[in-house]
């Protein structure tokens, strides 16, 4: 008897830990999915596994615990927060330019922080050191960028943070006068040499 031959490989095929980071990647978008809809005192892995499309096993495989699928999709989602404004960054001339652009869009767009994310960060406190994080983050890279320092930047940095966080919480709904005058005043900090 000849034994089989396996069968070709297409080009399509993902390898296991491909697979695996997207699978990771669907289950922690489904987390805060399900916070933002339920909170997180009512999530259940069930309800992340039936939202991510994946068997609860599956979610247990790489999550233990709900707590630590809610730390998990909490960091993620602050480091994605981090990442996007570097994206804004590499095409602006200080990383305080990124900051008042990427606040604009966040206010355009209705995004920013959401605050199921908070009231998760303060049930848990691991999810509350990732908001820190992202929060240094910005301040390092700031100061690797030699733009730390002085009250004009400190309110500037301040004020962009309130925005991103402001936004998502729903604290305010300016009109677009407001609006515009709040962005060109964080334009204007931006552009200091402080």
């Not at 994310?117 to 820190?132: G, H, M, T």
Request: negative net charge; charged residues 25%; proline residues 4%.
């Amino acid at each position: 008897m000849t034994p089989l031959a396996a069968p070709p490989k297409t080009a399509r095929a993902r390898k296991p830990q491909q697979r695996s980071t997207e699978t990771i990647d669907q289950i922690l978008t489904a987390t805060v999915a399900v916070i933002e809809q339920v909170g997180v005192h009512n999530l259940t892995i069930d309800m992340v596994a039936m939202e991510a499309g994946v068997s609860k096993g599956g979610v247990l495989h790489h999550f233990p615990a709900k707590k630590a699928l809610v730390v998990a999709a909490i960091r993620r989602n602050m480091e994605q927060l981090v990442e996007d404004i570097e994206d804004t960054a590499r095409s602006t001339r200080t990383f305080t330019e990124a900051l008042a652009i990427h606040a604009r869009q966040i206010m355009r767009e209705k995004g920013g922080v959401s605050p199921a994310l908070f009231v998760a960060s303060a049930e848990f406190p691991e999810a509350a050191a990732a908001i820190r994080g992202m929060f240094s983050a910005l301040i390092s890279r700031l100061v690797r960028d030699g733009e730390e320092g002085g009250v004009e930047r400190t309110l500037f940095f301040f004020a962009a943070f309130g925005i991103l966080v402001g936004r998502g919480m729903n604290f305010f709904q300016p009109d677009e006068a407001e609006l515009e005058a709040l962005f060109s005043r964080l334009d204007e900090y931006a552009a200091k040499e402080c």
